[in-house]
């Protein structure tokens, strides 16, 4: 892969990018679909809020989007419960799954549909780096309040499926069909904004 694609890529997933929250109570046959490193598909619009509280259920969803949409703009009233929308037909790359006690989150990339080979196959600097951020962030929230907003009737119903798969836990994407190529670390200096592929690891806080 060119590196002038990669640049486009990276610009497209990480440019501008929003942490957002969505909670939910699965089964543990169903969390336990989620893999790190899967690429899933979500085929309906994917629901989720900018304000991030205690867990009002067994599982969170942190997902990390640069193009989320702010209802807000729409309607008042979405300002309220920071309600942010992803549209149908949306690809993720799940990349960590933390489990503290009975509590589950399960961090999602949102990824551009015609990037899943480059996600499938590689990892970068800058995913491990927020990795590392999301994994503080549930640690520090897991235990906080409940965000009253968040605890409406209207917004469970919104949030209550679970992302990439049925209620019975059929995954909607199957990513061994995605093609195999061979990557090993994309490094991306931050500041210079420059892709490294192959180079040993580099590391800056972002």
Known sequence: MKNSRLKTIYHETFSGLKLFYRDTNLAENLISNYKVGQIIQEKGFTDM???????????RYLIASAHAKDLSKFNPDSAKIGHYLLD???YFKVLDVQKIGDKTQVFLLSIPDNS?????????????????????KFDA???????PELQTESWKERTRLPIGMDENGLLFFDDSKIKTET???????????????????????W
């Open 116 to 136: 899943l080979t480059l996600f499938k196959n590689s990892t970068s600097n800058l995913e491990e780096e927020i990795i590392e951020k999301a994994r503080k």
């Open 141 to 147: 929230k897991k235990d906080s309040p409940l965000i």
């Open 49 to 59: 809020s900018s304000i991030g509280g205690g867990l009002s259920g067994n599982l």
């Open 88 to 90: 149908t037909i949306a």
């Open 183 to 205: 990557f090993k670390k994309i490094e991306v200096d931050i500041a210079k904004k420059i892709i490294h592929v192959n180079k040993k690891p580099w590391w800056k806080i």
